[in-house]
């Protein structure tokens, strides 16, 4: 008997114009989803998580699960993202931080000093046990439509960890930085390898990609970037490269840093709105997928602009060998969900062959 005859829903999975487009294979269609498209606009989502605080929505299995799948079922998105959040892996190991509504992330004690780094232990599979549990629920709930697991990078997670919360001009992480690179350099290492080690729980568990979100490191130039940062990311990114599910590598104002986090090593690089995704290529190398990148607050607009500008992206995402039609940062709450509807069934149309 054939692989393919004894578990059908797996090559359907595989074959999935996300994991095709990931793999710069020929696609059906362009596969779209939008970074956070769960837990964001929908009122669905509202109702579930009345009265339920963000991380313990995150550590119950059943919520995570029903959250993860409200708007594959609503927008036909071609994957799913977990819900989750960045900093689940810092509460996992024992890190005291909250999220509190309308702020983000906030941190009881920032680590800034050597003995404040070393509150920051090792992340084991047991820790996130309840995460893997969410994981292999929800793979079991999609069928062919493939899960995506993140983490968020070294970089990123530094900065709530030493700003100790969401912070516009990152000050506290680049007087750290530039002024202990020993000191730093220690907490990259830590950080990436609790990074690894909790995307390597979820693939384990059963996500079919990955995506690393380096959302604030626009904040640097990119020789900083590249001494500083970008070893640390490349290294979460091999870590978990045996694992064999396609890697996608993200971050926000990355323009002048694209080509240096194509070198990073995941399959896909995610660009943000600020740059064509046929100059963006031109400076990650013609041998990488891309995502993205309609600029979410363009969703404001009248639909006929909304449209147009969906068609630019299309045609410039052409010039690459694979293309994953996304938003160039995530869904704003306010957005309104018919127009995210409307943007997958365009997408859907316009590209299919
Ligand atoms: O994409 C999805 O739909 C899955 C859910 C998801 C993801 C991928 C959440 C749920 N958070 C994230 C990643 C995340 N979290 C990133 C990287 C992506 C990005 O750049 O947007 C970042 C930077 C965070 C940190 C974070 N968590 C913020 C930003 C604060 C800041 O610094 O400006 C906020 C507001 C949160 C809380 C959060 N995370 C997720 C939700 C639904 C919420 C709101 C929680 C609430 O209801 O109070």
């Not at 095709?20 to 009122?43: I, K, N």
Request: net charge negative; aromatic share 6%.
């Amino acid at each position: 008997m054939t692989a393919s005859a004894a578990a059908p829903a797996v090559p359907a999975l595989q074959d999935s114009a996300f994991l095709r487009a990931c793999r710069r294979e020929p696609v059906p269609h362009t596969p779209v989803w939008f970074m956070r498209q769960a837990g964001r606009s929908l009122p669905e989502y509202r109702k579930v998580r009345a009265g339920v605080p963000m991380l313990e929505a995150c550590w119950r299995p059943d919520l995570v699960t029903e959250i993860t799948l409200q708007p594959v079922r609503r927008h036909g998105v071609d994957a799913a993202i977990l819900f989750s959040d960045i900093v689940v892996p810092l509460k996992a190991v024992g890190v005291d931080l909250d999220i509190v509504p309308g702020v983000g992330p906030v941190v009881a004690e920032p680590i800034r000093t050597a003995a404040d780094l070393d509150r920051l232990r090792p992340l084991e599979p047991d820790d996130v046990a309840a995460i893997a549990e969410a994981v292999r629920m929800t793979v079991a709930e999609l069928g062919p439509v493939p899960l995506i697991g993140f983490a968020g990078a070294p970089f990123t997670l530094a900065s709530y960890l030493v700003e100790g919360g969401p912070s516009r001009n990152h000050e506290h992480t680049k007087a750290l930085m530039y002024g202990d690179p020993v000191l730093w350099d220690a907490l990259m290492r830590r950080l990436a390898g609790i990074t690894a080690a909790f995307l390597r729980a979820q693939i384990e568990a059963g996500v079919s990609a990955v995506q690393l979100f380096d959302s604030w490191v626009g904040a640097l130039p990119a020789t900083d970037y590249v001494r500083q940062v970008q070893p640390h990311s490349a290294a979460v990114l091999s870590a978990v490269g045996e694992l064999g599910v396609p890697r996608i590598h993200f971050g926000v104002v990355t323009g002048e840093l694209l080509g240096h986090m194509g070198d990073a090593g995941a399959e896909v690089v995610g660009v943000d709105f600020r740059l064509p995704l046929d100059e963006a290529l031109q400076r990650i190398g013609p041998d990488r997928a891309v995502q993205g990148n309609l600029d979410p607050a363009a969703l404001f607009a009248p639909w006929e602009a909304v449209a147009e500008r969906t068609r630019a992206v299309l045609a410039a995402g052409r010039a690459a060998p694979g293309h994953i039609f996304n938003l160039g940062h995530g869904v704003i709450p306010e957005t309104d969900p018919g127009v995210l509807t409307r943007v997958v069934d365009l997408v859907h149309e316009e590209s299919a062959r």
